[in-house]
């Protein structure tokens, strides 16, 4: 596969990657809620050749009539809502993307309803379902009737590797891919238990995928036949091309996409994650009781500095303040002491709208490939697969 505009004597493209006889690619953007990956990001992403990710956390913030329709309903009425936006996203990116590149659907193993997720992604014709923040050992049966759907788990070390691709096998089905997502480098929802474990050894690329292709080689399966896309601290052309040479068959980023200019977020919250520096970035425990990795606001100051008390204060909820129930485990609503304790889609969904004071905002560790730029999809597929950069932009 050779990138659509590839100039005569420009760097090689590299070599696409298959996943269930789609020719793609070998460039995945992450899925980021929420809102921040929805039809257009994806479907820009898609359109390249690419695979793009629609996160299916509270997209009805996307669409006003199902925002004003569900603002003050029950969590039936709320879901039913987020049921009926995944629905119309997946249909715009695709539409967006016509014959080209792939649609997948990210969904969180953490999120209450996410059984319901993975059928209505089906149903609306979404090509994969990526699946982390959880161990996904359920998704065969929630699939099964739509076996040309590609099924992803998100895993961060050979341990779990092993140990997914050993429950599905017994259940008839391998993953279509596999993407192996660093905790030191990734945003969001991080997949270490504690903070203390974000640089451990045994989430390194340079261990993980050959560990993981030894075990693929060990059971039979075949060294190729999963493909291995590593996430999280990827931001050149050349770091692509060194996790390609461990074995790996693409790489998934999110943060970059996030600041394109197809990104779904507003513009000020694309602006807050450009200009992100190392000593701008937060590891915390987040309220679905995993490592954070954010940007240091103002709403973030506040919170970490009333931490204790809040921990000290902790109590069960009768119910979800927003009556969403969107995390199987939440620690505001649940009074888990030692895990967060706000409502994660409340300030998520002010980060959105760029809202500073209040929002929530997820980043990755690594710079970014343009700096404080924002580019569009197309310049940033162009440099990861080829290595040519684009001409600097006019000065402001």
Known sequence: MVFPDAAAGSPPT??????????LLPVVQGGMGVGVSAHRLAGAVASEGAMGTIASVDLRRHHPDLMDASRNGDKATVDAANLRALDREIRAAKATAGARGAIAVNIMRAVSEYPAYVRRSCESGADAIVMGAGLPLDLPELAAPWPDVALIPILSDARGIALVVRKWARK??????????????????????RIEDLTDARFDFERVIPEALAFFRAEGIGERAIPLIPAGGIN??????????LGATAVQLGTAFAVTEEGDADAAFKKVLADAGPDDLVEFMSVAGLPARAVRTPWLERYLAYLPRLAAAAHRKPRCALKFDCLVHCGLRDGIAKIGQFCIDTQLAAALKGDVAKGLFFRGGASLPFGREIRPVRDLIRYLVTGARPAPMPAA
């Open 172 to 193: 008839g089905r391998l993953p279509d891919a596999i993407v192996v997502e660093h905790p030191r480098g990734a945003g969001g929802h991080l997949g270490a238990a």
């Open 14 to 23: 590299l070599p696409p990657f298959t996943l269930r006889g789609r020719a």
């Open 236 to 245: 050149s052309h050349e770091r692509v091309r060194e996790v390609l040479a």
